[in-house]
């Protein structure tokens, strides 16, 4: 059973360029929430995606993006790049349905680096 | 705002011994507890959660206990072994409705150190 995968693992990008970040879910999840954790900080929700729809939002610049496929796979946009967004990205998965008591799964995450 | 504590940021304790992390949470509408592990390069990983309908809830060596009216919860680690070292976060999620479909609000970790 797949647990929650991401790609890349680490990513190095120039301030001012963009960077796109990918996440399947862990089997049978049909919910993917991205979270942001700097260096030594606890993580921090960006958005979460649901029938491909965006449902909530946590207090990010509109230069954060995401998108979610028919296969519940996720993609997390981030534009015009800051150093300060260097960090390592989260992707967790859950079980929406008809329960919203699912636990969240997370991935290994990718490691962005903005020289 | 939403906030969660965690105290202490770093704990070190002998192999064998008892590990407690502690938790506040400001919002009183908080229904959900996880606790999560994560080690060095890897990602958080769901080690123990309690609902509020649940005062204390217990997996081998972990448990968890949440005091809703003062809002703080605690984790627990007996006979702690050096495979328990990693850095552990708390967490408090609020009730779905009126826009929340269930981020969690993390505290800012504690790094727990057991020596052999």
């Known amino acids: 059973d797949a647990g929650v995968t991401q790609s890349p693992t680490h990513l190095i990008k120039t301030r001012g360029q963009q960077v796109t970040l990918r996440c399947s879910p862990k089997s049978g999840h049909d919910t993917v929430s991205w979270y942001q954790q700097a260096l030594g900080q606890g993580p921090q929700f960006i958005f979460q995606y649901y029938e491909e729809e965006e449902r909530q939002r946590g207090n990010f610049p509109d230069r954060f993006s995401g998108h979610q496929f028919p296969n519940y796979s996720s993609e997390l946009n981030v534009n015009a790049l800051l150093l300060g967004d260097s960090a390592l990205y989260l992707c967790?998965?859950?079980?929406?349905?008809?329960?919203?008591?699912?636990?969240?799964?997370f991935g290994n995450g990718t490691r962005l680096t903005v020289t | 705002g939403e906030n969660v504590e965690q105290h202490p940021s770093t704990l070190s304790v002998q192999e064998g011994d008892s590990a407690v992390i502690k938790c506040t949470y400001s919002?009183?509408?908080?229904?959900?507890f996880p606790w999560y592990k994560q080690e060095l390069g890897k990602g958080p990983q769901l080690i123990i959660d309690?609902?509020?309908?649940?005062g204390e809830k217990k997996d081998q060596r972990i448990a968890v206990t949440l005091n809703k009216t003062a809002k703080h919860f605690s984790l627990h680690i007996t006979e702690t072994q050096p495979e328990d070292s990693a850095v552990y976060f708390c967490?408090?999620?609020?009730?779905?409705?009126?826009?929340?479909?269930?981020?969690?609000?993390f505290g800012q970790g504690t790094t727990l150190q057991v020596k052999p």
């Open positions: 919002d009183s509408a908080s229904n959900y």
């Open positions: 309690i609902r509020s309908n649940v």
């Open positions: 967490a408090a999620r609020a009730p779905y409705g009126s826009g929340n479909t269930g981020k969690l609000i």
């Open positions: 967790a998965s859950s079980l929406r349905g008809n329960s919203y008591n699912s636990p969240l799964h």
